[in-house]
Nanobody, 124 residues
Framework: LQLVESGGGLVQPGGSLRLSCAASGLTLDTRNIGWFRQAPGKEREGVACISRGGGNTNYADSVKGRFTISRDTAKNTVYLQMNSLKPEDTAVYSC??????????????????WGQGTQVTVSS
């Protein structure tokens, strides 16, 4: 079972990135999926989550209106589209999967499987 993130990089403030979370040995559409981030010296923060089948999503207040989480079932991939990026969005972003209910989906302790993370740096 493996989750692999990609799409991180260096972007200027106001720019956009799309992160991907691809799975092997695991069908993502049967799990609730979350994106989390952790900046140096800070606790891990739940950014966005999407329910099985994609019918429900939830976002941290800090990213509402700027980030969008989505699924591509055929590709077994979950995406995080990040627009209007700010320097404070700089962090390592990781995706995670859980069997648990969608409630409290931004809490990292509810997740079983984690990817290794991808670095996002927002700087001019």
């Amino acid at each position: 079972l493996q989750l692999v993130e990609s799409g991180g990089g260096l972007v200027q403030p106001g720019g956009s990135l799309r992160l991907s979370c691809a799975a092997s040995g695991l069908t993502l559409d049967t799990r609730n999926i979350g994106w989390f981030r952790q900046a140096p010296g800070k606790e891990r923060e739940g950014v966005a989550c999407i329910s099985r089948g994609g019918g429900n999503t939830n976002y941290a207040d800090s990213v509402k209106g700027r980030f969008t989480i989505s699924r591509d079932t055929a590709k077994n991939t979950v995406y995080l589209q990040m627009n209007s990026l700010k320097p404070e969005d700089t962090a390592v972003y990781s995706c995670a999967a859980t069997d648990l209910a969608f409630s409290f989906c931004l809490l990292s302790r509810r997740y079983d499987y984690w990817g290794q993370g991808t670095q996002v740096t927002v700087s001019s």
